[in-house]
């Protein structure tokens, strides 16, 4: 989900990506926030890129 997050994929998008509904998506992404100590989905991205989930280009 973090890969997904860091392509920049909306909620929705993960939702169909995945074929998990909405209330996945939200309890994951929550987990997620606590796990890595995040504000908010910009600092998704930024783990993304440094733990090499995503690359530029």
């Known amino acids: ?21 909405m209330a996945t998506v939200m309890t994951h992404f929550g987990r997620l926030l606590t796990k890595l100590r995040a504000r908010d989905r910009a600092q998704f991205v930024i783990a993304a890129y440094e733990s090499g989930l995503v690359t530029v280009g």
Do not use: C
């Not at 997050?5 to 509904?21: F, R, Y």
């Open 1 to 21: 989900m973090l890969r997904l997050i860091g392509q920049g994929l909306s909620n929705t998008e993960i939702t169909d990506h995945l074929v998990i509904g």
